[in-house]
């Protein structure tokens, strides 16, 4: 029985819990557990725990987190990335003319506590049932807004109609909505094209495997930390 943690860097175009299975079967273990969904569409650092390191869930998940996050103005989707539908464009395109001052005290205004909708593509409940599911029945329903913490934002690079951003942020917040509120805030529809999750709490995306090398090197086990290890970090 393999008891520890797993950090993964995790590719586009699978879930959390496709990562979570490959690994049951590369160990032939059950309980596994992740420390916070990524989207399909995202990358980065997923903490996997392993046995009885899945105990410690709770205190994975609670971490805060840093983000790479390239957002694009000109439409808005229904899920609030490249995975859903368009659901609104912009006028114009008026949108390549903004200053970078203005796009600066956008940001700016995002830091600190902030109240924040989750999207309707979320797993967060509403009367039992998680908000994904309703949504694509095509049910929206209203949601209580939460308080969220955005520690610091800064700008990377600005290639209109792309921004691309570094954001440190409290458990639960949505990056998706928070690239499709700083549109409306710049005046225009916007949607998250790129994601890459590049920390959460003292652990780094540096220090992660690519699922590749986990399940395809015959002593993979040697990338388990120990649970102590972990325990001493969080």
């Known amino acids: 029985m393999f008891n520890g943690f ?4 995790k590719p586009a175009g699978i879930t959390s819990h496709d990562v979570v299975d490959f690994i049951r079967r590369r160990f032939n273990i059950r309980r596994v557990g992740h420390g916070g969904t990524l989207d399909p569409l995202a990358t980065g650092l997923l903490i996997l725990m392993l046995g009885r390191a899945t105990k410690l869930s709770q205190h994975i998940i609670g971490l805060d987190k ?4 390239q957002m694009s103005l000109g439409f808005s989707t229904t899920t ?3 995975d859903g539908k368009i659901v609104k464009k912009a006028e114009d395109e008026s949108y390549l003319n903004l200053k ?6 956008a940001v700016d205004s ?6 924040q909708i989750p999207p309707m593509y979320s797993a967060v409940k509403y009367k039992g049932k998680r908000l994904y599911k309703l949504a694509r029945r095509g049910i929206e329903v209203q949601r209580k807004s939460r308080k969220v913490k955005v520690y610091d934002m ?3 690079k600005i290639e209109l109609p792309e921004i691309s951003l570094n954001v440190k942020c409290s ?4 990056i998706r909505q928070l690239c499709v509120d700083l549109g409306e805030k710049l005046g225009y529809p916007a949607h998250l094209s790129r994601m890459v999750r590049t920390s959460v709490g003292k652990f780094s995306l540096d220090q992660a495997k690519s699922l590749d090398q986990i399940l395809n090197e015959s ?12 325990r001493r970090l969080i």
């Open 6 to 9: 797993l950090l993964v860097d």
């Open 66 to 69: 840093d983000y790479f996050a």
């Open 80 to 82: 609030g990335d490249l």
């Open 100 to 105: 970078e001052t203005d796009i600066q005290r």
């Open 110 to 115: 995002f830091i600190g506590e902030i109240d």
């Open 154 to 156: 800064t700008i990377e």
């Open 171 to 174: 458990r639960g917040l949505y």
């Open 219 to 230: 002593d993979s086990e040697k990338y388990i930390i120990a649970i102590e290890t972990v």
